[in-house]
C-alpha cells in the first residue's frame, strides 16, 4: 500500500514538471526551444567532452 502511494506521487510529481516545462517553451519559436534544451542539458552534471581512442587495422601509429 504504501508502495502504490509513494509510485502515486511520484507520477504527480514527474506530470506537474511536465506541465511546467510544456509552459515554459509554449510560447518559444521552434529554435529558441531548441537553444533552452541546449543550455539545460549542458548543465547536468555528466555534460562535457568524451574522448575515445580510435586504431585502424595497419596503422603503424603507437597509442601511449
Not at 507520477?11 to 510544456?22: F, K, Y
Not at 529558441?32 to 580510435?54: N, P
Amino acid at each position: 500500500m504504501l508502495l502504490l502511494m509513494v509510485m502515486m506521487m511520484m507520477m504527480m510529481q514527474i506530470t506537474r514538471r511536465i506541465l511546467e516545462a510544456r509552459c515554459n517553451v509554449q510560447n518559444m519559436t521552434s529554435l529558441d526551444a531548441k537553444m533552452t534544451y541546449i543550455k539545460a542539458w549542458q548543465r547536468l552534471a555528466d555534460s562535457g567532452t568524451a574522448y575515445f581512442i580510435v586504431t585502424f587495422k595497419g596503422s603503424k601509429k603507437k597509442v601511449d
